[in-house]
């Protein structure tokens, strides 16, 4: 099985994929990760997107967590496309968290542009991550993809 995790930054995608990983010893793969099967890119992307393909028809279970547009192309046909937000002053708490507190107004145009780049992709599940358990949200993940 393969599971997408899509969506801005600080939506709780690692998270989420940290966990399906401990309760299924999935193998997962975040951003850029596809680069490191090969020296090209080109015949990385290709490498990668068959791993997932085979992911697809076996047993184990991959997670890709994508925070680029494009690659979601990446994920074959039956994947499970989980498309993980948050309102944008929650995105902005965590993200400040990340930096320590310095957050340049460059940065919060950043990410106030990037927090309705996936509105308008196909998923299977759309879950609003404020204020929700791990486990719940990993347990409904699971449910739809068994």
Do not use: Q, W
């Amino acid at each position: 099985m393969v599971i997408g995790i899509f969506g801005a930054s600080c939506t709780g995608k690692s998270s989420i994929a940290g966990e399906i990983s401990k309760r299924t010893n999935a193998r997962v793969f975040t951003g850029k990760d596809y680069l490191k099967c090969a020296k090209s890119e080109a015949e990385a992307r290709k490498l990668f997107i068959d791993l997932l393909a085979s992911g697809e028809t076996g047993n184990d279970c991959v997670v890709y967590v994508i925070t680029e547009k494009e690659h979601l192309a990446f994920l074959p046909p039956k994947a499970i496309r989980v498309y993980m937000t948050a309102d944008i002053e929650t995105i902005k708490e965590r993200f400040a968290k990340r930096m320590n507190g310095n957050f340049p107004p460059p940065v919060v145009a950043m990410i106030e542009k990037m927090h309705t780049l996936f509105d308008d992709e196909t998923y299977d599940l759309k879950i609003e991550n404020v204020g929700r358990d791990i486990s719940e949200i990993v347990d409904n993940i699971l449910e739809l993809a068994n």
